[in-house]
């Protein structure tokens, strides 16, 4: 389903709808699609965790739905208002131009952030639209360095020439701001860890191999996956992943790869589902001799996630189930840092330049 | 007292002493100046935080002392071994270079990170230097935008053309790195949030009047505290500090101006003393008429950390008195967010113009 480019016509139309309901005194309803796993599924052709077609109804004149009803059009205004004064905002900015007291109570409008938030995405989702298009913007992290230069807002900024710091991904990295002006990288390596990053800067190793390197700094945020997947889709730059081997780090490659459950909605903007793994797994330990002491032993959680991530339909790959099932049999984790152990350039040097001769990765 | 500028020199001498101990069949002695609140003290001329005279013997014949001993050796020659490289490498891969089973024993030289760390501020301030001197870098945060040039490891990058992202700071910010080609502004603000920096930017507040503007994203990492100090002292301009109305805020002020307890060897090289604090302040919600209902009462926390803050030599000055004595007066604090119930411009447009042309600043 294509994002609508025009998310200010669809609030009028929200807000007229909504009018329309209250003269012909209908009691008022906002649909808003289901956004839990019951309503989720893994689309097998395209390789996206995607959100089925279920409907909730979100009615002004039910008890347990009027507050949020309240909240959903306070929402819709004041995206609409951002939109008119053409600003941006964060969306804890948000929060605070919300909260007031209800005349005539002791009630406000909103609490917390946490109740604002949840309602931003409800109406991503029924207006089939993207935060950054109602002007909003979340926290930013990650940088990226190599031979791409990229306009930024109306600065050219050429990330081979970045110095030690690369170009911070910023919030919002939606054509309306952000444009590939020239690239010439032949892949991109997503890197988990900023000090990895910064190793592979350092040795400049998006030099020697023609690349782009990139790093979400942990969880990647939202504008760091949706510029993951316009380098795939409009530079056509085959991505490889590289996270800690243990659960959280393959957690965050599938959510790059296919996207997550709480966004489906946006897995086209937001999935790179062609992206393939390069390490690090338990696997590499034997094959790069990496001394035992370096690596961590599971503990609970960690059992019992693997053992669900062995029934998740996207590690069903006979590739994927074998590095689960080596990791609890041998009962351990381990991070990209202990790499070191082999040596500060190992990494950039032996490792990476191994993996990607043999074409040793998981997909 | 100057900081070293070659560590390699005393990393050897640190060695040699060490041997020439064990040679003369001495136990072998390392000294460490004390690095704990009965050690520091606030130097009222300078306006800095400082460490005392008090030193420590770390010595080898003394059960309590042998593994920190075996540490601090193993941390200095992993350094030299890395400055004889010229690489750099985060505190993070140093632990995992270090890790590894002693020989005929089941004890591993450091079971964790907590453990070596510490081992690097100690050799920084008994070698009187710097960890980015010694090679090591910390996790970076924190962007510029404004009317400089800076040099960014023999990249020139001009921050008033960094888009919507700004220069991202990087770990490391000493002239070896990072040097001032050109800067043109007549101050520097200090924002403690992104999203904040992030509304100035896109208002263009730094052109319009011909500033920087830098965030630390939360408390600032050390290469961010450490360019506001070059900043100042190598382009003299005046740092104005904006926080949220509270304790933490406060503190992240006080730390940026004074230097904090456990960097105190380094206060000359982190602290900016004659930073000025232009808000924001439970003073400013009468002042600018900022609704109530968009302060958040202060917990029991929020009251213990006001009362200690009052009997804090640094923030004796009678307007801080004042401040403090008003929150707890009033009950209440409040964040920078908080500014948007006025309007979204509210901060660029009003809030800080009328801070600077009223001098409305706390010492």
Request: charged residues 30%.
């Amino acid at each position: 389903m294509p994002v609508t480019e025009n998310p200010d016509k669809k609030l009028k139309e929200l807000g007229k709808n909504t009018l329309k309901q209250i003269e012909k005194e209908k009691n008022p309803d906002i649909e808003l699609p289901i956004r839990v796993l019951s309503n989720i599924y893994f689309d097998e052709k395209s390789g996206l965790v995607r959100l089925g077609d279920k409907i909730s109804h979100r009615t002004y004149l039910n008890v347990a739905h009027t507050r949020k009803f309240m909240q959903t059009l306070m929402v819709a205004a004041e995206c609409k208002k951002i939109i008119d004064q053409d600003v941006t905002t964060s969306i804890r900015d948000l929060y605070y131009a919300l909260k007031r007291t209800i005349p005539g109570t002791k009630e406000n409008t909103v609490e917390y952030q946490g109740e604002s938030d949840p309602i931003i995405e409800d109406l991503e989702a029924a207006l089939d639209t993207l935060r950054e298009r109602l002007h909003l913007q979340a926290d930013r992290k990650g940088y990226v360095a190599g031979p791409i230069v990229v306009n930024d807002a109306g600065d050219r900024i050429n990330c081979a020439k970045m110095g030690s710091s690369g170009w911070a991904i910023p919030s919002n990295v939606e054509p309306e701001v952000i444009t590939f002006e020239k690239c010439t990288a032949d892949f991109l390596i997503v890197v988990e860890k900023d000090a990895i990053w910064q190793r592979l800067n350092q040795d400049k190793f998006w030099k020697k191999y023609n690349c782009l390197i990139l790093t979400g700094k942990g969880q990647p945020a939202r504008g760091c996956r949706r510029l993951i997947n316009r380098m795939h889709k409009e530079l056509k730059l085959p991505v490889y992943v590289m996270t800690d081997a243990d659960a959280w780090g393959y957690y965050i490659y599938s959510v790059i790869k296919q996207g997550s459950i709480n966004l489906s909605f946006l897995s086209d903007r937001l999935g790179t589902p062609s992206a393939k793994f390069i390490g690090l797994t338990t696997r590499d330990v034997a094959k790069f001799g990496i001394p035992k002491n370096v690596t961590i032993k599971l503990n609970k959680g960690d059992i019992k996630r693997a053992n669900e991530m062995l029934k998740y339909i996207w590690f069903k790959p006979k590739e994927w189930q074998d590095e689960l099932k080596h990791m609890l049999e041998v009962g351990y984790k381990l991070e990209l840092e202990a790499l070191s152990a082999k040596g500060i350039k190992y990494i950039s040097e032996k490792y990476l330049p191994q993996k990607i001769k043999d074409k040793d990765f998981l997909p």
